[in-house]
């Protein structure tokens, strides 16, 4: 009858750690879907849309960015 105790005393104590298991799972899932990271069956993201950036913007930022390391590679060579 020992045995059968002390089964009944195992399976409660991982009952208990399945119910906080799936506790902190509800948890975790709550957030995601709070932060907009969930991902619906179709694939799309649910939340924030992507921002789209047109073709002129992006060459313009590239421009800039190399003018920048043009000028740190300069200043750079002279010291």
């Known amino acids: 009858m020992n ?3 002390a089964l009944k005393h195992e399976e409660a104590k991982l009952q208990k ?9 509800d ?7 709070i932060l907009g990271r969930e991902v619906a069956s ?4 649910i939340g924030k849309k992507k921002r789209v950036m047109s073709a002129a913007t992006k060459a313009k930022i590239s421009k800039a960015t190399k003018a ?3 000028k740190f590679r300069a200043a750079k060579g002279k010291h």
């Not at 750690?17 to 799972?25: E, F, G």
């Not at 948890?27 to 879907?33: L, M, T, Y």
């Open 17 to 25: 750690q399945a119910d906080r298991v799936r506790q902190q799972l």
């Open 3 to 5: 045995i059968l105790a």
């Open 42 to 45: 179709s694939g799309k993201r």
């Open 27 to 33: 948890a975790v899932r709550a957030a995601r879907k």
């Open 68 to 70: 920048r390391w043009a």
